[in-house]
Nanobody, 124 residues
Framework: QVQLVESGGGLVQPGGSLRLSCAAS????????MGWYRQAPGKQRELVAH???????DYADSVKGRYTISRDNAKNTVYLQMNSLKPEDTAVYYC??????????????????WGQGTQVTVSS
């Protein structure tokens, strides 16, 4: 019923910047919180940044001051601006959304959805 599609990953040198986007589509009634997670090889998936429907954001300590999460509610899209990238930021980045979606013309349900992941590699 709902799909999340990410874009914007790639290879960047240390100190560089990237901007990730994640667009939600489908039978969406509204989106509550949205977030970005990442998973490096051999490590568990971790929360990077989170934003509420009202725009309140919080960040992992490791990215505070370097990453900025934002959203465009009209476009059902969340962004992650990543600056001053470090090699340790290398990971597959996933977006996540808590969504109310229509199951019928007058009925809806709630679900958590994930994007397919986009690779971010920071290397010289």
């Amino acid at each position: 019923q709902v799909q999340l599609v990410e874009s914007g990953g790639g290879l960047v040198q240390p100190g560089g910047s990237l901007r990730l986007s994640c667009a939600a589509s489908g039978s969406i009634k509204s989106i509550n919180s949205m977030g970005w997670y990442r998973q490096a090889p051999g490590k568990q998936r971790e929360l990077v940044a989170h934003i509420t429907s009202g725009g309140i954001a919080d960040y992992a300590d490791s990215v505070k001051g370097r990453y900025t999460i934002s959203r465009d509610n009209a476009k059902n899209t969340v962004y992650l601006q990543m600056n001053s990238l470090k090699p340790e930021d290398t990971a597959v980045y996933y977006c996540n959304a808590d969504v109310l979606y229509y199951t019928h013309i007058l009925a809806y349900s709630r679900g958590t959805y994930w994007g397919q992941g986009t690779q971010v590699t920071v290397s010289s």
